[in-house]
């Protein structure tokens, strides 16, 4: 993973070194040092790298995206790769002390200048006479197919190659550009030629391996600063047609039905080839396989030499054809040169004119603005030696009079009156040249609402009418009224007195649970209000309550409300406490053993409770053990008593000093007799009392 | 004595309780959290936003925002304030729907100011992107409104565009930034505008409405990865292309501009002879330096985003233009005074 790279940028290598080439490797292993001998060991490490096919998960993006239509004119096509190292894997020059020459190469093929090849034997992949040493990855793979002119005009040069190829260093964290590597190192191999405008182009990352000689050298006096702008360099379906004669009706001939073959010079089937400039649809995607065979593509199968006939061809041809990269190059006898394909995808250029082009020259003014003649983007005075801009397309010249705007931004458009008289009429809709003031407020503080679009025509001093306004109430009417939901929205908020119903419920209930008198002059309007309705808005409440509440109390407002209580409040008992301690400060002083402090002023009191210790008093053992012992008899003879009572069974309760009736008195029984509290716990026993 | 002080206080918080009490119960049915709503109105939300969205010339037919084509020509972008009144007497149609009788309209008459203003603060809630369930929403009174019409293959080309609008000039502000490094950073300070409606009424024509009247409008192509390229020129009878050379150390452009024209293969229509062009590069960069390897070739040819900038021009250096150059009426005022004076025939 790169570090240290600032968020938001990325950084740009000229290349990467594999570290390993692709190949078999044997590794030897020795051991030493053992008592006793100890086997060699030979392993073999393969190390396989992508030749002729291209797995699907190595490219993270194409530019143009696959299958795309736009203006691509100025940008170079582009594909990124996952493996850093991959345009240089394949190298031969690895240990020069320059930097490698890459083995792929990204090549634009123009519809009409190639052809695609799907499904080819790896050796038939090359040019033949060339073969590729070592092992390939897959036994069969795709291949490109153009005459050698193609190569000579249109391939990257051996000194270009070094030029497309890069890597790319991102930051992981920046999803958008790392596009889903995994290590932040992305490969890019540019092409060097820019799309034209209203072609159809196929991509291709060719395996240039063994064929480096077979690219074009260009000498420095071929070279021009500008070009004219053409589609392909050449067509050969327009050649394949010259060498066919006319062309038949393709789908007739497809079909095969009876007459659709015109005999030729071969006295066989006419090859069926499509009108110049048939499109079909595209590849759907960026292929990672090399090997996909789409319904699209060439379906010819390689193997039709110039030899076999046409007519095995045509008899084979099917819908397919109509593709521009399926032209059986040996139709029209020129030397050809095979390239393999790791990755190809299809994309169509349209009018030129990229983003910067069009908006450099878009034409900037204010709505209402009818341009009369030429005019500059900006609106500077056109210089009459200026040659016409190109790219943008003029306006056709206007078969009807321009429109009458005026300084207002006020349109005359024609109008039929309601007695169905022709006459014009101004309009100006909601966009205007100059800013218009709103509608201000009425003397009572309204502004205008109008209720019928009639109510907003107005008449020009020169007789004619304004209609803008008129329009828009009734396209507002009619945009409410085509939505139902729109309808019964605004129905249920009529139903509502628009909100006033709510808001009056929440006032009525809010008085509801007041006093009858409360309510009955809660419920006068208020006298303040312009009307009456107005008065029992339920905006009033608050003020008509209070009102009422005030005029019940009226005079004898201290009668009929108490004092009010104070903030800090001592509570109802501090009075009494008054009358039962009358020097209760001295009392709670002495109380708290602290008989020497001064209690009459309260800051000097706390500043002398502060310091003082907690005193504890000594308890007075002997006095305490009395008093205990006394309330333990009490209760023990309360107990005894309780016993004594419910004590035998089959009486009912009632038991008198001499226990159940009929039984001996035993010790229990003195030992009640003997408790001091005896009469009381008779009296307690009698009375049910415990 | 005591229990009638007992009542009236008695009552007084009965009364309270019991208004709070309906009245928070109103709130709770009303404040939907899952939308944006700056808290209960007369209007109901729904209603409201509709209305909003008929004010922002949601389903207005085209022909009455442009009255004749020749207003609104192909490649041509034109600017406009919007009228208010205009919009109110959308609104007040959609009202007049509601209202049966005479007393509907009375009340409605009572309650129009209410309505307006809240229809004016529920425009900013129509179009919140990025708005999550519990932020803040926009308010405030309404202000004015402007916007423009585009009509281009910008727009059909390039159907994710982005438009920001600006209160303040990037190039007034102390120190001035550069055209090209306004960014997010700089919202607060050049006032970014609230985009109020950015909607494609055509394949070829966008409409856009602003939150205020801007200074400065930025149209900017959308990003699609990291781009390699050149810029076309026109030159005599075809087409040529320069590279506007990147310093190699910093990564930036030169301060003085400084471009190589694009080499091409004769009898090869855009194809590229690299090897003469980055020779080109090579003497305008480093005279008598190392080759330039493909790092930096790329960094030569990298094309970012372009960003068109609506702003005033004499702020960066160029002419101002001369009156009358955005809008060129074909009857001016003085030829309307004359004719409400009763001059000639109308």
């Known amino acids: ?690 | 004595m005591i229990k009638a002080a007992l009542t009236a206080e008695l009552f007084l918080r009965d009364l309270v309780v019991n208004a709070v009490f309906q009245v928070a119960q109103e709130l709770v049915e009303e404040v939907d959290v899952e939308q944006p709503d700056p808290g209960p109105r007369a209007v109901p939300r729904d209603l409201r936003v509709w209305l909003a969205r008929l004010r922002l010339l949601e389903g207005v037919p085209f022909g009455h925002l442009v009255a004749d084509p020749a207003l609104l020509p192909p490649e041509s972008i034109r600017f406009f304030y919007l009228d208010r009144g205009w919009t109110d007497a959308l609104v007040e149609g959609a009202l007049s729907v509601g209202t049966v009788t005479t007393p509907d309209r009375a009340a409605l008459e009572g309650l129009y100011r209410t309505v307006r203003e809240e229809v004016d603060e529920a425009e900013r809630l129509v179009r919140l992107p990025g708005w999550t369930p519990g932020a803040a929403v926009p308010a405030g009174p309404a202000g004015p409104l402007s916007g423009f019409l585009l009509r281009s293959r910008l727009v059909s080309g390039w159907p994710a565009l982005h438009v920001r609008g600006y209160a303040q000039d990037n190039l007034r502000l102390s120190p001035p930034v550069p055209d090209d490094r306004v960014g997010e950073e700089h919202d607060a300070a050049l006032g970014r505008l609230g985009l109020l409606r950015l909607e494609r009424l055509a394949p070829a024509v966008l409409v856009a409405l602003f939150d205020g009247v801007p200074q400065l409008v930025h149209v900017e192509e959308p990003r699609a990865g990291v781009q390699f390229g050149v810029a076309e020129t026109a030159a005599g009878a075809g087409v040529g292309a320069q590279v506007v050379l990147r310093d190699p150390a910093t990564g930036e452009r030169y301060p003085d501009g400084r471009s190589v024209d694009v080499r091409f293969r004769k009898d090869a229509p855009g194809v590229v002879h690299l090897g003469a062009t980055a020779a080109d590069m090579l003497a305008r960069i480093r005279p008598g330096g190392p080759p330039l390897d493909s790092a930096e070739f790329a960094m030569q040819m990298l094309q970012f985003p372009y960003r068109a900038v609506f702003g005033d021009r004499t702020l960066a250096g160029g002419a101002s233009l001369p009156p009358g150059a955005v809008f060129r009426p074909v009857v001016g005022l003085a030829v309307l005074r004359e004719r409400f004076e009763g001059g000639d025939r109308p």
């Open chain 1, 1 to 690: 993973m790169p570090t240290s790279l600032p968020p938001g940028t990325f950084s740009l290598h000229p290349y990467a070194e594999p570290p390993l080439r692709a190949g078999r490797y044997t590794l030897t292993g020795d051991v030493s040092g053992l008592p006793g001998p100890v086997q060699t060991m030979t392993s073999r490490v393969d190390v396989v790298a992508p030749r002729l096919t291209l797995p699907p998960d190595q490219i993270l993006a194409t530019f143009p995206p696959a299958g795309a239509r736009g203006s691509f004119t100025s940008r170079l096509p582009q594909v990124v790769l996952r493996r850093r190292t991959l345009p240089w894997e394949r190298s031969t020059d690895l240990d020069a002390p320059t930097t490698p020459t890459p083995w792929l190469a990204l090549v634009l093929v123009a519809e009409g200048e190639g052809r695609l090849l799907s499904d080819v034997d790896a050796a038939q992949c090359v040019t033949p006479g060339v073969t590729l040493t070592g092992d390939v990855d897959v036994p069969k793979s795709s291949c490109l197919e153009v005459p050698r002119e193609v190569v000579e005009r249109t391939f990257p040069t051996r000194d270009d190659l070094a030029l497309l190829c890069h890597v790319r260093a991102v930051d992981l964290a920046d999803t958008e550009l790392a596009m889903g590597d995994d290590d932040g190192w992305l490969a890019v191999v540019l092409g060097n030629r820019l799309p034209q405008p209203g072609v159809r182009y196929l991509a291709c990352l060719v395996n240039l391996e063994g064929q480096h000689g077979a690219l074009p050298s260009i000498p420095n006096a071929d070279l021009k600063l500008d070009y004219v702008r053409a589609g392909a360099v050449l067509d050969l379906r327009a050649e394949a047609a010259a060498a066919y004669g006319p062309v038949v009706d393709f789908d007739t001939a497809t079909m095969r039905l009876p007459g659709s073959a015109r005999t030729g010079p071969t006295g066989g089937a006419r090859p069926v080839l499509p009108a110049a400039g048939g499109g079909t649809v595209f590849v759907q995607a960026a292929a990672g396989q090399a090997a996909r065979l789409g319904e699209q593509w060439a379906v010819a199968p390689p193997g039709v030499a110039a030899s076999a006939g046409y007519a095995e061809a045509a008899g084979k041809a099917r819908k397919e054809l109509a593709d521009g990269w399926s032209i059986d190059l040996g139709v029209v006898t020129r030397p050809a040169l095979r390239f393999p394909v790791l990755a190809y995808w299809s994309f169509a250029c349209e009018e030129r004119g990229d983003f910067r082009y069009l908006a450099e020259h878009v034409h900037v003014r204010l709505l209402g603005h009818v341009p009369a003649g030429p005019e500059t983007p900006d609106g500077d005075p056109v210089d009459p030696h200026d040659p016409p801009v190109p790219g943008a397309v003029l306006e056709p010249p206007p078969t009807r009079p321009l429109p009458l705007v005026t300084e207002t931004g006020h349109v005359s458009l024609g109008h039929a009156s309601r007695a169905g008289e022709p006459a014009p009429a101004w309009y100006r809709g909601p966009a205007t040249p100059l800013p218009v003031p709103r509608a201000g407020l009425r003397p009572d503080g309204r502004p205008p609402l109008a209720h019928h679009a009639d109510q907003l025509r107005r008449v020009v001093p020169d007789g004619q009418e304004d209609l803008g306004y008129a329009a828009a109430f009734e396209i507002g009417r009619l945009l409410a009224l085509s939505q139902p939901g729109v309808v019964t929205a605004l129905a249920r908020w009529r139903q509502e007195a628009y909100g006033a119903a709510r808001v009056q419920q929440v006032g009525a209930q809010a008085v509801a649970g007041a006093p009858d008198q409360v309510r009955e002059l809660a419920e006068r309007p208020d006298v303040l209000a312009a009307d009456e309705r107005d008065g029992r808005r339920a905006g009033t409440l608050g003020p008509r309550a209070v009102r009422a509440v005030a005029e019940l109390l009226g005079d004898r407002g201290a009668a009929a409300l108490g004092p009010p209580r104070p903030v800090a409040d001592p509570s109802a008992v501090a009075a009494d406490l008054d009358r039962v301690l009358p020097d209760r400060d001295a009392g709670t002083v002495a109380g708290l053993g602290l008989p020497d402090l001064a209690y009459d002023d309260s800051a000097a009191l706390l500043a002398g409770l502060a310091p003082l210790p907690v005193r504890t008093g000594d308890p007075d053992l002997s006095r305490a053990t009395v008093a205990l012992r006394a309330a333990l008899e009490d209760k023990a003879m309360q107990l005894a008593t309780m016993a004594g009572r419910v004590g035998a069974p089959g009486t009912p309760g009632a038991a008198g000093p001499a226990g159940p009736a009929g039984t001996a008195r035993d010790a229990l029984d003195e030992l009640l007799d003997r408790a001091p509290g005896r009469a009381a716990g008779r009296a307690a026993a009698d009375g049910g009392e415990v």
